[in-house]
């Protein structure tokens, strides 16, 4: 790693401060993903600005009426284990390993927006508002391509705001050696309609499947999806699988998240 | 550099280290406790694995700065009092839950955190909870049926495999 300065502030003021002086700094969630950036010198910043010392964005919050807010810099862990709420916890249950939940945060992961992380299917599907130490932000305006978001510099996300929902399904298929998603499907049934985003498949990062979700408003059904076509263009392409095979699993976990929500 | 307090095993240590110190580091070169193993230094592997507040975290995966004022525990403070080998120690050598013993400080001590948790956890909740520590020996059966054993429980259903 390049030498930087580490500081730890305890208020967001102080942390928004720091990261908007001369002094080139990035904020620093969980680390779990930053960190081992920073040993491949792949970003080299003078100064991290820790969020995890900052208690006002730590919690998770559940009202009366089935809205849930979690705080941006609170771990996986925590919300595995606090989130009463469709299809979140479980999700939140299988990000890495027990030791990565423990650090990783929830704000890092969508600040980060990896195109195979987790949270930002189920941001998506679920119409989540995004909350920074400026504004609000609306789902379908914060993810804009793999690792780019609607963050301005030195913006952070100081709380996510889950709004009720009937029911909701995330299905991973799991790539065994990064423990990222090969390819994650959360599918959320709402009032006002049924939402279903795709990661871990996109080279645009996390997607919402329009016509999964028009077919799924009429029939809320797995045999609603099974005859649609994945456009499999812009699919990934590895050597974990080719843009066909995961055009296919896009398909084959939405009925399977259908049927399990 | 900056100077940094913290408890390990019990005892308030300080050091002066830099921003990018990482937690290991800290531990192996300015404390000279190097139980706490780096296998990857890419947070896979799990063989730095310790407890910060309780909780396990990879110490390559987290600066030494970010444990200020936390309560650190390492593989150096999981014997008993009186220096004998504590339940899932004992359980290891007993089980041969290890051969060339590299990963067992990182092995141990996610053990030792899931117990915490789950104090008689079912042998597919230890194998999903020691995910992210990798063994290149064991093909990890005597890790788990170690683990199981550990926990008061009957090993004899997984020694029968």
């Given at each position: 790693m390049y030498e930087f300065d580490l500081e730890r502030p305890t208020r967001v003021e102080d942390a928004v401060k720091l990261l908007s002086d001369s002094v080139e700094s990035q904020p620093l969630?969980?680390?779990?993903?930053?960190?081992?950036?920073?040993?491949?010198?792949?970003?080299?910043?003078?100064?991290?600005?820790?969020?995890?010392?900052?208690?006002?964005?730590?919690?998770?919050?559940?009202?009366?009426?089935?809205?849930?807010?979690?705080?941006?810099?609170?771990?996986?862990?925590?919300?595995?284990?606090?989130?009463?709420?469709?299809?979140?916890?479980?999700?939140?249950?299988?990000?890495?390993?027990?030791?990565?939940?423990?650090?990783?945060?929830?704000?890092?992961?969508?600040?980060?927006?990896?195109?195979?992380?987790?949270?930002?299917?189920?941001?998506?599907?679920?119409?989540?508002?995004?909350?920074?130490?400026?504004?609000?932000i609306a789902a379908d305006d914060f993810f804009q391509g793999m690792f780019t978001t609607a963050l301005e510099e030195g913006e952070i996300i100081t709380n996510v705001t889950f709004p009720a929902v009937r029911t909701a399904n995330y299905q991973k298929f799991l790539q065994p050696a990064s423990r990222f998603a090969l390819v994650g499907v959360f599918v959320a049934k709402h009032d006002d309609g049924v939402r279903v985003a795709v990661t871990g498949a996109s080279n645009d990062g996390v997607f919402r499947w329009?016509?999964?979700?028009?077919?799924?408003?009429?029939?809320?059904?797995?045999?609603?999806?099974?005859?649609?076509?994945?456009?499999?263009?812009?699919?990934?392409?590895?050597?974990?699988?080719?843009?066909?095979?995961?055009?296919?699993?896009?398909?084959v976990l939405t009925g399977r998240a259908v049927a399990a929500a | 550099m900056a100077k940094v307090t913290m408890t390990v095993n019990g005892k308030s240590v300080s050091g002066d280290v830099e921003g990018r110190t990482l937690l290991s580091a800290f531990l192996r070169e300015d404390l000279n406790l190097t139980g706490t193993h780096i296998g990857c230094d890419t947070s896979q592997c799990g063989a730095c694995v310790v407890h910060v507040d309780g909780e396990a975290v990879k110490a390559c995966t987290m600066f030494a700065l970010e444990a200020e004022g936390a309560e650190v525990g390492t593989i150096e403070g999981q014997a008993n009092a009186d220096g004998s080998l504590n339940a899932?120690?004992?359980?290891?050598?007993?089980?041969?839950?290890?051969?060339?013993g590299f990963c067992t400080p990182g092995m141990v001590m996610s053990a030792a955190a899931l117990l915490k948790e789950n104090p008689k956890p079912s042998e597919a909740e230890i194998r999903h909870y020691l995910e992210g520590n990798i063994c290149r020996c064991t093909g990890y059966h005597n890790i788990v049926k170690a683990i199981l054993a550990a926990s008061g429980q009957d090993v004899s259903a997984i020694a029968a495999e």
């Open positions: 969630g969980g680390g779990q993903t930053l960190i081992p950036t920073l040993k491949q010198r792949l970003a080299s910043p003078e100064r991290l600005v820790s969020l995890t010392g900052i208690d006002s964005m730590k919690g998770v919050f559940t009202d009366r009426g089935g809205t849930l807010r979690i705080g941006g810099a609170t771990t996986h862990a925590e919300v595995a284990a606090k989130a009463a709420y469709p299809g979140l916890s479980e999700l939140a249950a299988n990000i890495g390993d027990p030791a990565v939940r423990n650090r990783g945060t929830i704000g890092g992961s969508l600040a980060n927006n990896d195109p195979a992380a987790c949270y930002p299917a189920a941001v998506l599907a679920l119409n989540a508002t995004i909350g920074t130490n400026a504004r609000e329009s016509a999964a979700e028009e077919a799924l408003n009429g029939d809320f059904s797995p045999d609603a999806v099974a005859g649609l076509d994945v456009p499999d263009g812009d699919m990934i392409s590895d050597l974990h699988g080719s843009g066909a095979y995961r055009a296919h699993l896009v398909k | 899932i120690q004992q359980a290891f050598q007993d089980h041969h839950g290890l051969q060339c």
